[in-house]
């Protein structure tokens, strides 16, 4: 039986000098050659942690939640409601609105706050906060790590032409979809943001959108063209899959360069633990989807 040992955050994670002279130097290798990288959990530096799904389904909501390895885990619920056109100048585009919830829950030297999100100004639903929030005590880590996730979902699924819009309407200037995307992060051991973009993307992929019916009263004179319009319950009536263009996916690496100068190469993890993400210089996270296209 295998078991998990909950990590010592309360100290905002930071490292020792000795373990970080041991990470880098276990990163870099002692020479130019691959095999010479160590890593604390045995994987090959371009080797990823075994990846596990679980997936729930109900009337209008799909939930899935990821887990990398033993260490970290984040889980996407997705939903839907009718509203009417948010841009008056674009009647047929629907909407995509992402929350992000980093909190003790990930983390014990995290702050419990509001999630964040990009809903606009009257939009925020389920006490959500708007825009890139978060109070003065939260801490600066949990902050940045929160608007990264936000925005790499944001280029990843919204700007990378992932979702089409315009299949979210339901009846021209009248009524379209909007979905609502909400992420948490249940565990951060390291790598948060592939796990919360595999979550979000295999949730919206798992999700079906309800039938609508449109019809019945045509005559009312306070809203001349509006037709009663009713949500058909998924028992009733087979949804339908959301119309993605492709499945977009990322992978993150961890960079080490030589901090003596001797030498430009840098040594590259994949998939990096909380550890190494600490010890790091930087981190690259790629946006791809199958056919090797950038997002």
């Known amino acids: 039986m295998q078991y998990i040992i909950p990590r010592d955050d309360t100290s905002s994670r930071s490292l020792s000098l000795p373990e970080r002279s041991f990470l880098r130097s276990a990163a870099r290798g002692s020479s ?7 890593r604390l959990d045995g994987r090959a530096p371009s080797e990823a942690r075994p990846i596990r799904l679980s997936f729930s389904r109900c009337h209008n909501r799909a939930e899935c939640t990821v887990q990398l390895g033993n260490g970290t885990r ?9 509203v009417p056109p948010p ?15 980093v909190g003790p829950m990930g983390c014990m030297g995290y702050e419990n706050t509001m999630p964040i999100s990009n809903y606009a100004v009257g939009d925020a639903v389920d006490g959500g906060q708007l825009g890139s929030g978060g109070g003065g005590d939260v801490p600066y880590i949990q902050r940045l790590k929160s ?15 992932s979702i089409d819009a315009e299949a979210l309407c339901v009846q021209s200037g009248v009524w379209v979809w909007r979905l609502h995307v909400d ?13 919360c973009v595999l979550a979000a993307v295999a949730a919206l992929r798992h999700y079906r959108l309800p039938e609508v019916s449109i019809g019945g009263d045509s005559d009312d004179v306070s809203s001349p063209g509006h037709q009663e319009t009713n949500i058909i319950h998924s028992d009733d009536r087979e949804p ?10 990322t992978s993150t690496f961890a960079l080490f360069a030589d901090e003596t100068g001797t030498t430009t190469a840098v040594s590259a993890l994949l998939d990096p633990f909380d550890r ?12 791809y989807n199958k056919y090797g296209e950038m997002c």
Do not use: Y
């Open 147 to 161: 608007n990264r996730i936000l925005r790499l979902l944001e280029r990843t699924l919204l700007i990378g032409g």
């Open 32 to 38: 130019s050659s691959a095999g010479s990288i160590l």
């Open 87 to 101: 841009n008056a100048d674009r009647p047929n585009d629907g909407q995509v609105k992402f929350g992000v919830e």
């Open 240 to 249: 339908t899959p959301l119309p993605l263009h492709h499945t977009p996916l």
């Open 183 to 195: 992420v948490s992060l249940l565990d951060d051991g390291g790598n948060a943001m592939d796990a």
């Open 276 to 287: 190494e993400e600490l010890a790091c210089d930087g981190l690259l996270t790629w946006s």
């Open 74 to 82: 984040s889980a996407a619920s997705v939903r839907a409601e009718l």
